[in-house]
């Protein structure tokens, strides 16, 4: 199984960026698709948004407004659009997948089945 993240970048306080995570080896649409960020020094966090194996999008409130997860099962890629970035959003932004029945937002990183590398993402003017 791998989870590849990419999209990571620059980006000035209020711009956007789209990161895409490209898995292989498990059947997509059996999994919950979580996307974290860990920043330096801070605790690990759940995930910013859940993209279930079905329902509605889990968003954490932070990003809610402000990011969209979605997901493509045909070409087995998740992405994540960022917009109206801020200094806080700097972090190493992770994919996840978890074979649970139901998806738990207190869930981190580690506890999902697989995840990838992380791609940094910075904010700042």
């Known amino acids: 199984v791998q989870l590849v993240e990419s999209g990571g970048g620059f980006v000035q306080p209020g711009g956007s960026l789209r990161l895409s995570c490209k898995i292989s080896g498990l059947t997509l649409y059996e999994y919950h698709i979580g996307w974290f960020r860990q920043a330096p020094g801070k605790e690990r966090e759940g995930a910013s948004c859940?993209?279930?194996?079905?329902?509605?999008?889990y968003y954490e409130d932070s990003v809610k407004d402000r990011f969209n997860c979605s997901r493509d099962d045909a070409t087995s890629t998740v992405h994540l659009q960022m917009n109206s970035l801020r200094p806080e959003d700097t972090a190493v932004y992770y994919c996840?997948?978890?074979?649970?029945?139901?998806?738990?937002?207190?869930?981190?990183?580690?506890?999902?089945?697989?995840w990838g590398q992380g791609t940094q993402v910075t904010v700042s003017s």
């Open positions: 859940i993209v279930p194996a079905h329902g509605p999008t």
């Open positions: 996840a997948a978890d074979a649970s029945r139901y998806y738990n937002s207190r869930k981190t990183l580690y506890e999902y089945d697989f």
